[in-house]
């Protein structure tokens, strides 16, 4: 088969483990995203299969309608809001989606964000090299009140080294996610108000669906301390759009951190929070570690091979099969 992968922005596909199941195919990367769905479907037109990376790029009815070759989708990880799955059962195309995240990679950079935020690491990095030593008075964790938004998979294991670094752990979110915390012997909330007016840092893990998008307003946003942090390594449509950069404009919160933002990749600084000195961002980073890597790309290939053996898994849209 041809196949397609894209957005593969560090080459990295080729030097993992899975890349030689797929010997006898004809494999393409390419390393870039393109947005414009015409030129996309130009890139794509001679793929028999194309391997998301994520959800890098949207794949709409406007690139599928424009690929009569195409046969599969295979998705890294289990998402697929971004793919027009009515438009790919159409054309007899079918969508392989599964395999579980590691939320420790995530987990890990919210933790490498927070301390990054309030130990003004990129600053002082930035300082020393310049010839200066200490330039900023850095914040603890320990004895400050951490609130998780939503206590999950990845919510837990920041409210777990939280716990370990001495502060106070405070979550919220919908019944299940505090029912769940409370289970964990964590505190919850006594009101959405309370969460943003009392943490000094709050970490943002929800998924975002429709339910979810903008649910964190600017009125929450100005709750918050003028000494607060926030976190965002989950998806930035979460807060409500433009919100974030007016609210620390205003000292409230007076810090972010954030790995996420609303139409990536983000390219020439062209967003409102690089140029800010209170936000400390990296280019979406949370699931960017090479076992990681291994697991997302590793799960896909074999989606494909399973496909090409003619016992495909995963599949999204099985009314699809047999159609091509």
């Not at 993992?16 to 390393?31: P, T």
């Not at 998008?213 to 989950?234: E, F, G, Q, Y």
Request: some cysteine; proline content about 4%.
């Amino acid at each position: 088969m041809k196949i397609a992968v894209i957005d593969d922005y560090q080459d990295a596909f080729r030097t993992l483990k899975c890349y030689a199941k797929l010997k006898g195919h004809d494999v393409i990367v390419y390393n870039d995203t393109e947005k414009d769905p015409v030129r996309l479907a130009d890139r794509l037109k001679d793929a028999e299969a194309v391997l998301l990376t994520q959800q890098r790029s949207r794949f709409p009815s406007a690139v599928i309608e424009r690929l009569p070759k195409l046969k599969l989708v295979s998705q890294t990880g289990r998402a697929t809001a971004h793919i027009d799955v009515e438009a790919c059962t159409r054309r007899g195309i079918v969508v392989l989606a599964g395999g579980a995240g590691r939320p420790h990679t995530t987990a890990e950079l919210t933790w490498g964000l927070i301390l990054a935020a309030l130990r003004h690491i990129p600053y002082e990095v930035k300082r020393l090299k310049e010839g200066r030593w200490q330039s900023t008075i850095g914040t603890a964790v320990q004895g400050k009140t951490l609130g998780i938004y939503a206590f999950g998979k990845i919510g837990s294991l920041v409210a777990n080294v939280g716990r370990a670094f001495g502060a106070r752990v405070v979550c919220w979110g919908r019944e299940g996610s505090t029912a769940r915390a409370r289970e964990g012997g964590y505190e919850v909330a006594a009101s959405r108000e309370s969460f943003f007016g009392e943490s000094d840092i709050v970490s943002l893990h929800l998924p975002l669906t429709k339910e979810t998008r903008a649910i964190v307003t600017r009125k929450d946003l100005d709750l918050m301390k003028p000494t607060a942090l926030i976190v965002n390594t989950s998806r930035a449509g979460l807060i409500a759009e433009g919100a974030l950069a007016d609210a620390l404009k205003a000292g409230r919160p007076g810090f972010a951190a954030v790995d996420v933002f609303e139409d990536e990749p983000v390219v020439g600084a062209a967003h409102p929070l690089l140029k800010m000195d209170n936000a400390v961002c990296t280019p979406h980073l949370g699931y960017v570690e090479r076992d990681s890597y291994e697991s997302y790309y590793g799960d896909a290939v074999e989606q494909i091979v399973a496909y090409a053996g003619g016992k495909p898994i995963n599949v999204v849209n099985p009314e699809a099969l047999g159609k091509k």
